[in-house]
Each structure stands twice: as C-alpha cells, then as structure tokens.
C-alpha cells in the first residue's frame, strides 16, 4: 500500500467534505435551485476576492480566465504593459500578442518580484497603455508582487490592472477593490480546494466600460454574455451549460473557508510556508526567491550533484508525493514544495522528510532530519 500526497502549488488536495458533495447527484443548472447555489457561491468568491464587483464563473482552467481578461480588455494593436516575473508571468505576453496586442514588457531577473519604479516608469512612457498584466504569486518562480502598491500606480491611469491571481487569491492577503485591481482572475484547483475546471473573473467598473467597447473576436469567452446572465431576473444565472458538481463542491468549499475566516486561512498559509523555508536553509538548501517568498509554495535550488527532475521523480514514485519541478528555464533547476489549499501543519514535515530522504538516496551532502527539525520548532513556536 501506498498513499499518495500532493504537495504541488495546484492542483490540491480536495477535502473530504468536498470530495462527497461531487459525487451527489447532478441538478439541472435552469433550476431555481440551482441558482441559489449559486447566488451563495458567488458571494463567497466576492468574499475570497475581497471585492464588490461582479464575479464570473468560467468552465475552464485559470488560463481560459487570463485569456478571457486578454480577448475582452484588448483590442488588436492596442498597447499593453506585461509586468513578468516568471513562466506564468510570460503567458500573459503570449496571450496578449495572440489577439494583437502591442506588448511592452519589464520582467526583472526570476526569483524577484516587479518593481514598482519601473512599472512606473513604463506607465509614464505609455500613457496609451490600455493594461497593465501581472501576477499576485508567480507560482514559477515562488515569488509574490507587491499588488498593492502597483495598484496605485494604475489607480489615476488609463490602464485598468489585470491581476493574475490563480494561485495566490485564497491563499495570501488580497484586497481586489482596496488595492484597485480592475481585473481579478482565479483558477479553482488551488487555495479554493476543489478540482480543476473552474475559473472565476471579477470585472470593476472602469473594467466593464472597457470591456463594452471592446471589439476583439470572441464567443465563448464574450464577458457581456456573462454579464448579461448574472443579473438575469435578479438571480444569477449561466450563459452556457455550469459545471453543476463542481460548483456544488465549490459551495461546500467556500463554506470551510468562511468558518475558517480568510485572514486565518492567509496565516495558516503563512506559517506553512515559513516552516518549509527554514526547513529547507537549515538542510543547506537554497530558496530560490530572492524576495517577497510565496506563502503557498517555497521554490528550492536544486543542490550540486543532483539530477533535479530525477529527484522530483523519486520524491513521486518512491515517495508518493507530487511536487513540481521547474518550468521553462528552470526546468531541472529548482523543485517546488507547495503548502496550498487543504492543508495542515504535518504537511510541511512529510514533505520536507521526504525531500530529506530523497536528497540522502541521491548523494546530496545533507543532514537528515535537520529540516524535519527545523520546521517542528517553527510549527510549534507559531499557532493558528
Ligand atoms: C500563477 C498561475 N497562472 C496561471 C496558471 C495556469 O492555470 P491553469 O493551468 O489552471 O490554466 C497557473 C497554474 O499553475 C498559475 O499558477
């Protein structure tokens, strides 16, 4: 027998509570009781969010909703400032010149976070700029951007800010309306613990202006559409078929989290992610965020010697947990031990024990059980 773990920065463990609710039996998604659901559920993604404005749910992963804020903000050979610190980071530029859009990017060496001086110098450059595209956790790179601060430099601008939040939002603090984000865009396979297929976007006023005068070609991803059945006889509705059973898992989820609070769930996140940090320095490992560390996973240098991809591997195949490698360039550099979503305090210490032994298996020269020690005294010297 073997069990199996996630410790990935998405998909996430789903909790039980969760788990039983998808395997109820399927209502019509045309029903007054289903769209109670899914008045709740909305209000719950306001209350993760932490916004007023109105949030739609989208039938796909967290790449459908970035292409969905791409294909409704801009218009071909519109400019747009791409604010990357990463993989996911560079997405947003991929997306943006697939609909013709005029990228002008400022990506800082990985493993930091975006200045908020050059943003605002590219802004001051640009005061045609039509977006501004960014990330609250670069989720490549184990680093978080200082969202609120950028969101003053967007705030008297005629860019609106487009904040990728999929693996941040629910996880770390956010404040979509206080720090001015016109655009928040999450995915459901993350700090919202159900499975992967949903994505959820929030629309702010100066948004939704845009967004009506847009006139880039799109269907599926049409947001007016959304809008027009969200206030669908004052109850909120769908455009196309819902993901009934994941929104139904959704509800429940969304429900734990508000029991939870979300200032709580923000320092459970926190304190997880600190545990597995020191943890990892006192192995004589190397983070690899150089500032502003995520709270939902800790990126880690692979150490000399070791096959990275090889480790990730072993960890999975010999361990049973799935944690995840680099992408792009980092690819067989850095692994990623992620604390995200459903989890507790005894996370970190299975995933640093095996990333221990798994380091010891491959001839890394570390002392076992000096993480795993670590990350017992940061655990026990802060509650939640
Ligand atoms: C920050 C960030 N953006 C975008 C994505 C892409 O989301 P999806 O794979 O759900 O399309 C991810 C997924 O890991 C992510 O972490």
């Known amino acids: 027998m073997k069990k199996s773990y996630i410790m990935a920065p998405g998909p996430t463990e789903v909790p039980p509570e969760v788990l039983i609710e998808g395997a109820r039996p399927v209502i019509h998604h ?8 899914l008045t709740e559920v909305i209000d719950g993604l306001k ?22 804020a791409v294909a409704n903000t801009v218009n071909p050979g519109d400019k747009v400032i791409v604010a990357s610190i990463g993989n996911f980071g560079d997405r947003w530029e991929q997306i943006a010149k697939a609909y013709g859009a005029n990228v002008i990017k400022i990506s800082p060496e990985w493993g930091y976070a975006v200045k908020p001086e050059e943003l605002k110098k590219a802004l001051d450059e640009n005061p045609d700029a039509v977006a501004v595209f960014t990330q609250l956790n670069e989720t490549s790179t184990g680093v978080y951007n200082d969202i609120e601060k950028i969101g003053l430099l967007t705030k008297n601008h005629k860019a609106l800010l487009v904040v990728d939040g999929i693996s941040g939002v629910g996880a770390q603090p956010y404040y979509s309306d206080k720090w001015n984000v016109d655009i928040t865009v999450v995915g459901s396979q993350k700090g919202f613990m159900i499975p992967p297929g949903l ?13 009506e005068a847009n006139k880039s070609p799109k269907f599926y991803f049409d947001l007016k559409k959304y809008e027009k059945s969200a206030i669908k006889e004052k109850m909120p509705d769908t455009p196309f078929t819902s993901a009934v059973s994941l929104v139904t898992q959704l509800a ?10 979300i200032e709580k769930v923000w320092e459970r ?7 597995v940090r020191e943890a990892v320095i006192a192995l004589g490992l190397t983070p690899f965020a150089k500032e502003n560390p995520a709270v939902v996973l800790c990126s880690v240098v692979v150490p000399d010697g070791v096959d990275g991809k090889v480790l990730v591997k072993k960890i999975r195949d010999d361990y049973g947990i799935s944690m995840a490698g680099g992408q792009g360039k980092l690819e067989g550099k850095i692994f990623r031990i992620g ?30 059980g000096k993480g795993v020690k670590r990350a017992m005294e940061v655990l026990i010297e802060e509650k939640y």
């Not at 429940?252 to 609070?261: M, S, V």
């Open 252 to 261: 429940t989820a969304l429900k734990l989290i508000k029991e939870e609070t």
């Open 47 to 68: 209350y993760v969010i932490q916004t007023a404005n109105p949030v739609y749910i989208i039938v796909s992963s967290g790449t459908g909703a970035m292409e969905a």
């Open 339 to 368: 604390t995200l979503g459903y989890t507790d305090r005894f996370d970190p210490i299975i995933g640093i024990a095996a990333t221990e032994m798994a380091l010891k298996e491959l001839g890394a020269k570390i002392e076992i």
């Open 199 to 211: 994505a959820f976007i929030s629309v702010s006023e100066k948004a939704k202006k845009v967004i």
């Open 30 to 37: 045309r029903t007054p009781q289903y769209r109670k659901i």
């Open 269 to 275: 996140h926190r304190i997880l992610a600190r545990a």
